[in-house]
């Protein structure tokens, strides 16, 4: 597998990706994928919706080898959480 090299600065590839999301992709992919993850190449738009984050991932790299993938669960505001949480407390 070929090394691959981030094209953009933290600030710039989250702006690009969260903007793809809302304005191309959201509306798309919120109604039944609640939960899942969505892995989305910030240069081309081109996304793809799986159970976790690698097979999202995988599936995208399949189509586009050299994407720039930004990532984030499909009706939360991060991919992952950190640390205990109470159940019932997102």
Do not use: C
Not at 6 to 26: C, L, M, T, V, W
């Amino acid at each position: 597998m070929a090394n691959r090299e981030p094209r953009y600065s933290k600030e710039e590839f989250a702006n690009r990706g969260n903007k793809i999301y809302d304005s191309q992709i959201k509306s798309e992919v919120e109604a039944g994928n609640h939960g899942r993850i969505v892995a989305i190449d910030i240069e081309t738009g081109a996304y793809e919706v799986a159970d976790d984050s690698l097979a999202a991932a995988k599936l995208l790299l399949k189509r586009y080898p050299d994407a720039q993938i930004f990532g984030l669960r499909v009706g939360y505001q991060a991919v992952h959480r950190f640390g205990a949480h109470s159940p019932g407390v997102a």
